[in-house]
């Protein structure tokens, strides 16, 4: 059935997972954004208002990902006699390593499809969402659009031809969630990283991704532990986060089961045993970042096995 | 209790799985090779003798990894006072990248174990089997002693601690086995492997064995065979190899879920949906190595859940 307005939440996401460079990630419950698409009497689709931004995005509907996304979706239907006109309201930092354009893209691609009584199912929205990355990061990865929209931890098991697969998340597994104030661009970071490596470290590196999807499996909180090390990329792109090695001995301290680098950072994430223990971590790491005089977000959050989620107008 | 003879069986295994090098490995139900320990009066370990390796194998007890190994054990377990005298019967071609080394290591420690009662859990045997393939082979990898002594399908997650997870089995999962018959020394198959790769390699690597995994878990035949490919060793490897690629071509054909170097060769295997499918395979590799002028052995087995056996007297 075809509505007349729609108000979706898309979630956050933790790509890489420590040991799962490019290829794992996933959804939070909180932050997200929050996406408002509207019918309009004039065919295609404008972007009525962002807030919550800073003033930092584009606000050309071409250049948005929000709502390049939807052109390209309504175009790809055939249903370009659409007109909608977009809101969106970040509700999450922008250049945080959080996935902040893939909740956007996601949302707006999530609630143009509910829109129209979904006329795609929710996978075949995934080459839309990827496009949206190429136009804000210059690369079209999917491990920040896959788990923004399938929820859960998602793993792309290959590019060609695109190959999504949907790991079990652990029912008490918690996210501690931290986004220190200061500045790293995507692409300064991946640029930082080495194009070629050791094949000893890559051999120590898919032992723990094989590892950590083993305990996903079986819900062994210690067995992912075991596994989130990251000797390839994390020693790189920790140089550019401060107070990186404090605040995975602080959040191990608390009892972290791991630690590491959500996407290409700033923000951290540690995985918890709990509600509780996240909390305590989150806290701990934020209060350290404050006598450093670092601002920060911090969250609490399990994993959102939902993905975007339609919410009340 | 202890035990004045045992004679012990101990499976050949495949080592890599395709993606996952130096890490995965699985044990087969055949070939393997026969471990008989005797007691004799006189403390200390001899080779009583040794069939089937065409003269190939060492026979001073030293230097042998069947009688090494459990000389290694007896000093360990402060039993210097045991006086035994080994046969080892092997069952299985040699220097063919089916783990026969690890076989043998494997029988004659799960024999010693099992004639003095068993005084050491079985994964307490590990590290002396890892002895063993140093003395064997030059590098002390667990590939092949893990599943051999644990066996089903085994992940050694990393080694500094050894940290070796267990990975289910899938009920259906049949493998097919070809040793065509040429020399590709170990060794050799090691050193042209080169030092560095592409970190975009590696990803691809680590998106498949992590694929793998999950498809192990789930039994998903399909996922299991998208995730069989090793963009990074198996170029190399396969030029060692006659008639490697046909070989792949011909057991895809015939309904393959995968395929690929065992080990370091130059025995290739397929993972197959059935025992008549995996036959199918394996027979179908054997004609066309024949036509070919290229003696060859042929297996078809499930994955072996047990490891080593106890063979009736």
Redesign the interface.
């Known amino acids: 059935m075809e509505k007349e307005y729609i108000r979706v939440f898309a979630p956050a996401t933790v790509a890489n997972m420590v040991?799962?460079?490019?290829?794992?990630g996933f959804a939070l419950d909180e932050p997200g954004d929050e996406v408002v698409i509207r019918r309009v009497k004039k065919p295609g689709v404008s972007l009525a208002s962002i807030t919550g931004d800073g003033g930092k995005l584009p606000r050309e509907a071409a250049r948005n990902t929000v709502s390049a996304g939807v052109v390209a979706f309504l175009e790809h239907i055939g249903r370009t006699d659409v007109g909608v006109e977009i809101e969106l309201h970040k509700r999450m930092p922008i250049g945080s390593g959080l996935g902040s354009s893939a909740a956007s893209t996601v949302g707006g691609l999530f609630a143009i499809n509910a829109l129209l009584g979904n006329p795609l199912p929710r996978r075949a929205l995934l080459p839309f969402a990827m496009q949206g990355e190429e136009l804000a990061c210059g690369h079209g990865h999917a491990d920040n659009v896959a788990p923004a929209l399938l929820g859960g931890i998602t793993?792309?098991?290959?590019y060609d031809p695109l190959?999504v697969?949907a790991?079990p998340a652990p029912p008490g597994l918690h996210a501690s969630v931290v986004f220190p104030h200061v500045d790293v661009p995507t692409r300064d970071a991946r640029q930082m990283?080495?194009?070629?490596?050791?094949?000893?470290d890559?051999?120590?590196?898919?032992?723990?991704?094989?590892?950590?999807?083993?305990g996903l499996?079986t819900d062994d909180h210690a067995?992912i532990g075991?596994?989130m090390h990251d000797v390839?990329i994390e020693p790189t792109r920790a140089i550019l986060i401060p107070e990186f090695h404090e605040m995975r001995r602080l959040a191990m301290a608390a009892g972290a089961i791991g630690f590491g680098i959500s996407g290409s950072g700033p923000s951290v994430f540690a995985f918890a045993h709990d509600a509780e223990n996240a909390a305590a971590i989150t806290s701990t790491i934020q209060a350290h970042l404050t006598e450093q005089g670092i601002g920060s977000n911090g969250y609490v959050s399990r994993i959102n096995r939902k993905g975007p989620r339609e919410l009340s107008a």
Do not use: P
Request: proline content about 0%.
């Open positions: 040991c799962g460079f490019d290829v794992l793993l792309i098991r290959g190959d697969v790991l990283i080495r194009a070629k490596v050791a094949l000893k890559a051999v120590t590196q898919w032992g723990n991704i094989a590892g950590l999807v083993a499996f067995l075991r596994s390839l």
